[in-house]
Nanobody, 120 residues
């Protein structure tokens, strides 16, 4: 599976962005998908994950209530709707595919990352 993340950009605090992750291959709907992010000087961190069917979603506490993960298996695409963005959300956002939405270590396909910058 090859993953291509897009949709990043610059936004003021309180604004919104929607990230997309387009996947190649016919097996997209067999993978759990997730978003991770890496801020400058910090390790990569889990943001949100979704099961292969889209029926189960999981979020880091820091984004609950503000971010929504979703997927469209017919379009081989995953999304991350980010609302009420905060400066601490500034990071490079990566999409990933793997076996389990509840185990960060199970994600082994990675996209190239898209930069999100939130100004105060």
């Amino acid at each position: 599976v090859q993953l291509q993340a897009s949709g990043g950009g610059w936004v003021q605090a309180g604004g919104s962005l929607r990230l997309s992750c387009a996947a190649s291959g016919r097996t997209f709907n067999t993978y759990a998908m997730a978003w991770f992010r890496q801020a400058p000087g910090k390790e990569r961190a889990f943001v949100a994950a979704i099961s292969w069917s889209g029926g189960s979603t999981y979020y880091a506490d820091s984004v609950k209530g503000r971010f929504t993960i979703s997927r469209d298996n017919a379009k081989n695409t995953m999304y991350l709707q980010m609302n009420n963005l905060k400066p601490e959300d500034t990071a490079v956002y990566y999409c990933a595919a793997g076996d389990s939405p509840t185990t960060s270590e199970s994600f082994y396909y990675w996209g190239q990352g898209t930069q999100v910058t939130v100004s105060s």
